[in-house]
């Protein structure tokens, strides 16, 4: 009896000790030699070309979803406009799309909260920092304050960074 009680212990540790199984190096979620992203290139599938767009805006320091969102060339001037349920924005980029930090275009820009106009603006600025005009793609950050003259009241856009967006 106490043959097959060493017997069964043995058995049950050395069947608890098996190697694990081996992890798909392209299923891992690491970047791995030879890999150009997690899980894709070299010897992994193909790594997807399809660029991401992505809009972030913060509106009074939080962050908000935008429902809506496009970047507009009309042959003479950039504009990004944003909009949600109670928002409206237009911010003006200026004429050329060129690569750097500019003064954002008070003529091109406005705010309208539920209904309302900000037409008043200052402190805005945006950054083109990448312009794709192979793909018409363009990514960026900007920000500005908005207000209504004659009252106390604004609206401060921050944090505002958008990537990949098409025109």
């Not at 106490?2 to 212990?9: C, D, E, N, P, T």
């Not at 992994?44 to 972030?56: E, G, H, V």
């Not at 003006?92 to 750097?100: D, N, Q």
């Not at 990514?139 to 207000?147: A, D, E, L």
Request: hydrophobic share 35%.
């Amino acid at each position: 009896m106490r043959y097959f009680m060493i017997l069964s212990a043995m058995l049950l540790i050395f069947s608890a000790c098996k190697e694990d199984e081996p992890v798909d190096p392209c299923t891992n979620g690491f970047l791995d030699p030879g890999e150009i992203a997690p899980d894709c290139g070299g010897d992994c599938p193909p790594c997807s070309t399809t660029p991401i767009t992505f809009l972030n805006v913060a509106v009074n320091g939080v962050n908000t979803a935008m429902q809506n969102y496009q970047l507009d060339y009309n042959g003479n001037a950039w504009s990004l406009q944003l909009s949600n349920d109670s928002l409206n924005i237009q911010i003006g980029f200026g004429t050329t799309g060129a690569i750097g930090t500019e003064s954002i275009n008070s003529a091109g820009s406005y705010l309208y909260k539920n209904g309302t106009q900000y037409s008043g603006q200052i402190d805005g600025t945006y950054t083109i920092s990448e312009h794709d005009t192979a793909e018409d793609l363009m990514s960026g950050f900007f920000q500005i304050k908005f207000f209504r003259p004659g009252f106390q009241d604004t609206v401060r856009i921050s944090n505002g960074q958008f990537e990949n967006f098409g025109y």
